[in-house]
């Protein structure tokens, strides 16, 4: 029952995610991918979409992106929550009070190889832009290969 409006700003990428919605039989419940890159604001939602959102999710995005992309992520999606509702992020996280695994400790300097601007955040530092931007963490729940999903609830 639930319809999920998936996106990415890579037209390779909508192919593909069309392709697996097709594969599953889901063609006539979820829309085609929309072309959203977080830092090109206002997204292109309609009005009527936008009326339907009960929360946001966004997985493995903010450690192969700029940190504004993350900053860019919060702020735009206020706009489109109501109070309560969420916005969670699934991905490696690291923590100040705990230490880091070794992959994802060597998965981190990877991506400073392929791209100085990315890597896997501080929680503490995704945190406050939540915080800045009206969100509160809601939970964290520890996921497989020392990922993350953290949900945040807007104020």
């Not at 931007?133 to 020392?146: L, T, V």
């Amino acid at each position: 029952s639930i319809i999920w409006q998936t996106s990415d700003p890579e037209l390779l990428h909508r192919k593909s995610i069309n392709s697996w919605i097709s594969h599953q039989g889901l063609s006539s419940k979820m829309p085609d991918p929309l072309d959203i890159d977080v830092e090109k604001r206002p997204w292109p939602i309609s009005n009527e979409l936008s009326s339907l959102i009960k929360g946001i999710v966004c997985i493995n995005m903010i450690h192969i992106s700029p940190w504004r992309c993350t900053k860019a992520l919060f702020e735009e999606s206020k706009n489109y929550l109501n109070r309560n509702q969420f916005l969670m992020l699934y991905g490696p996280f690291l923590r100040k009070d705990k230490l880091t695994s070794e992959s994802n400790f060597n998965f981190n300097r990877s991506l400073k190889l392929q791209n100085p601007l990315w890597g896997i955040r501080y929680l503490e530092n995704v945190n406050d832009i939540a915080i800045k931007n009206g969100f509160e963490q809601s939970k964290i729940i520890e996921m497989p290969a020392n990922n993350l999903s953290v949900i945040y609830r807007l104020n």
